[in-house]
């Protein structure tokens, strides 16, 4: 199967407002505390991934569908939880609005990821995936991530995996 074509850009300040309206789904949300947030939890990330783009030249970035719609995020930036996981290491990640599932752009887009991280000098990339997240294992495995641990989420006491990717 050939990759569907999905667009990554940094995220704009206007993605906030799209990212909020995407992922305003409980099923979108459900690893993720199963509920929507605010906006401004929205417009502090995409800030945050405007400067992590300028600072190492990778970020979560904006999914564009082949009509340029946005259809979420993907991509790379320093893990971010110093309570737990590999601090100081690099995730890879992605949140996609529901009406995109099933259709590969995650993998696809995860897999430009793979090569701009590869390229601004990232030898390893970790995902950190919900136990229960089938869907998102399912593209740790099409990339060929290998699982090298199993954690507790200390706020939310769920069962997660660590994937990891030599590049």
């Known amino acids: 199967m050939t990759d569907p074509v999905v667009s990554l850009r940094v995220p704009t300040e206007e993605d906030a407002y799209a990212w909020h309206r ?75 609005g529901r009406a995109y599932w099933g259709k590969g752009y995650v993998t696809a887009a995860a897999r430009t990821t793979l090569e701009r991280v590869r390229g601004a000098g990232v030898g390893v990339v970790h995902a950190m995936v919900n136990a229960r997240n089938e869907r998102s294992i399912a593209v740790t495995r099409r990339l060929g991530m290998e699982r090298a641990e199993t954690f507790v989420v200390p706020r939310s006491q769920t069962r997660g995996y660590r994937y990891v990717l030599r590049l």
């Open 22 to 96: 995407v992922f305003n789904d409980p099923e979108v949300m459900e690893f993720h505390g199963g509920k929507g947030t605010e906006l401004s939890v929205y417009e502090e990330l995409t800030a945050r991934q405007r400067r992590h783009d300028a600072e190492h030249g990778f970020c979560f970035w904006t999914m564009l569908d082949p009509e340029g719609e946005v259809m979420g995020f993907t991509g790379a930036q320093p893990w971010a939880d110093p309570e737990f996981g590999p601090v100081g290491e690099i995730e890879i990640g992605w949140r996609l």
